[in-house]
Every structure is written in C-alpha cells, then in structure tokens.
C-alpha cells in the first residue's frame, strides 16, 4: 500500500538559514510526488511536484525538492528561509484512482 | 488561476441539525472533486471522492448517510453533514482536480456543533 512518512513533526530554523523537510514514501510503481504548504486555517497551496524527467524540482516560493528513488525520498529544499515560510509542510504521492496520500505534515517555526 | 472557494468559511451549527458546505471551482472545470476532513495538528483525511454526475465512492469508514456528497456540475460540489453531533466537529476542505493527480484546494470550512 502507498505510505508517506515524514519523520520530522517540527523544525524550527533562524531566518535566513537553510531548510529541508524530509519526505519518504512507498509505493511499486514511479510515484508522482507533491509538496503542500498550509497557513493555519488555510487550505492547502501547491510548491511542487514531481511526475518524471528531471529529478531536481522546482517550485514557487524558492523551493525545490529532490527525487531519489534510491532512497524512495523526495526532501523539500530551500536555501534561505523567510518569516513567512513558516506554515506547516505536507507531502504527498499519488495513489491509484487519482487519490493523494498525505505525510503527517511538518510544523516549520521560524526565529527572527 | 485555479482558484477554488469554499462557502461558508465557518459555520456554527447546533446539535441534530445539518449544515451544508460549498465547494466552487472558479476558473476551470473539474470532473473531480475530493473532500478531507482534517482535525488539529494532524493530516489531512480524505473522506470520499465525488466525480459530476455520479454518485461520490466514500472512504472507508465513512458514513455515506451522515455525509451527503453531491457534485452537480463541472464546478459546484456540496457536502451535506446531517444530523450534526459534537464529534462531527472539524475543518473541512474541498479539492478540485482538472486532471489526474492535479488538486487545488480551497480554503476550507470550520465546523463547530454545539
């Protein structure tokens, strides 16, 4: 069955540092793979995705993420966060019938 | 583009009555659509995925006569939670997908029955 696992509930960096959020997920087949981002009472807005081709992605906000399937990891990256990145971080694969499995989500602080 | 709205943002509904949650595609149509129940500090639950015209395949789990899913057009899916009870509160959120694996979501609805 398709799982993701996203190890790390909270993280919290200084602004200005860089940031990777770990994703993790299983499944048989190549996986389209998703990052979320999600402000508190907000729905959720799309940074990347991941279909085929090209393993290093990149997204809006100055993110990119990494497919390795080596590893069956796909990690978010971005070199120099801001205040405002701070929201909580769901990845996702795409499941049969069109579904996503979502991660347990990643809680981001950021200090000033 | 790709804008999503759901409507109301939050509601305040008392117990045994039934509220009803908007899930709007603005800019683009979309044969399905997904809704997820989310509680706080967790993940995103997916409850049942309705596709225009048919009726929506719930997940397992889910009382189909508890949530009333309708998808009447391309753009309009409505999520019904009868007889609303205490437990039933929570933040619901609507997606909308123009083609596989491509969902957008709304800005969700907190439900709170008293």
């Known amino acids: 069955a398709q799982s993701v696992t996203q190890p790390d509930i909270h993280i919290t960096v200084s602004e200005g540092a860089s940031l990777e959020l770990r994703c993790n997920y299983s499944?048989?087949?190549?996986?389209?793979l998703f990052w979320y981002v999600q402000s508190p009472g907000q729905g959720l807005q799309l940074l990347l995705k991941?279909?085929?081709?090209?393993?290093l992605v990149q997204g809006i906000k100055g993110f990119e993420a990494e497919f390795k399937r080596s590893q069956s990891s796909f990690n978010l990256r971005k070199p120099s966060v801001h205040w405002s990145d701070a929201a909580e971080y769901f990845c996702a694969v795409g499941a049969s019938t069109d579904k996503l499995i979502f991660g347990t989500g990643t809680r981001l602080q950021v200090f000033p | 583009g790709a804008v999503v709205s759901q409507h109301p943002s939050w509601v305040i509904c008392k117990s045994g009555t039934s509220v009803k949650i908007e899930c709007r595609s603005l800019d683009f149509q979309a044969t399905t659509m997904f809704w997820y129940r989310q509680f706080p500090k967790q993940s995103l639950m997916l409850m049942a995925t309705s596709n225009e015209g048919s009726k929506a395949t719930y997940e397992q789990g889910v009382e189909k006569d508890k949530f009333l899913i309708n998808h009447a057009s391309l753009t309009l899916s409505t999520l019904t939670v009868t007889s609303a009870h205490p437990e039933d509160s929570s933040f619901y959120i609507c997606?909308?997908?123009?083609?596989?694996?491509?969902?957008?979501f709304g800005p969700g609805t907190r439900l709170t029955v008293t």
């Open positions: 997606s909308a997908s123009p083609q596989s694996y491509e969902q957008y």
């Open positions: 499944y048989g087949a190549t996986p389209y």
């Open positions: 991941y279909f085929s081709g090209d393993t």
